[in-house]
Nanobody, 116 residues
Framework: QVQLVESGGGLVQPGGSLRLSCAAS????????MGWYRQAPGKQRELVAT???????NYADSVKGRFTISRDNAKNTVNLQMNSLNSEDTAVYYC??????????WGQGTQVTVSA
């Protein structure tokens, strides 16, 4: 069973930065896509950014130019560097992974709050 553990959330002022990290453990097969989704109160979960095993990236329009996703295939980790944060980035951020077994895995979520 694959487990995803996130870290790095917290409270930050508008214009500030945070770095989220996620480590996958328990996989006995390659993990293809990793990424981050977020869910704000009263809203549906939405894609933030994903990265393939080969390094291909996809970003939500709302975070392009501010967020950067990266991964380490050997360690099965994915990071999200978030800069120029604003109040609309406040949400619970979930780590995501899709394995070679075609199953999706989710972390427990980490809270990011942007507030003065």
């Amino acid at each position: 069973q694959v487990q995803l553990v996130e870290s790095g959330g917290g409270l930050v002022q508008p214009g500030g930065s945070l770095r989220l990290s996620c480590a996958a453990s328990g996989a006995i097969f390659p993990i293809y896509t990793m990424g981050w989704y977020r869910q704000a109160p009263g809203k549906q979960r939405e894609l933030v950014a994903t990265i393939t095993r080969g390094g291909g990236t996809n970003y939500a329009d709302s975070v392009k130019g501010r967020f950067t996703i990266s991964r380490d295939n050997a360690k099965n980790t994915v990071n999200l560097q978030m800069n120029s944060l604003n109040s609309e980035d406040t949400a619970v951020y979930y780590c995501y992974a899709r394995g070679a077994n075609a199953r999706d895995y989710w972390g427990q979520g980490t809270q990011v709050t942007v507030s003065a």
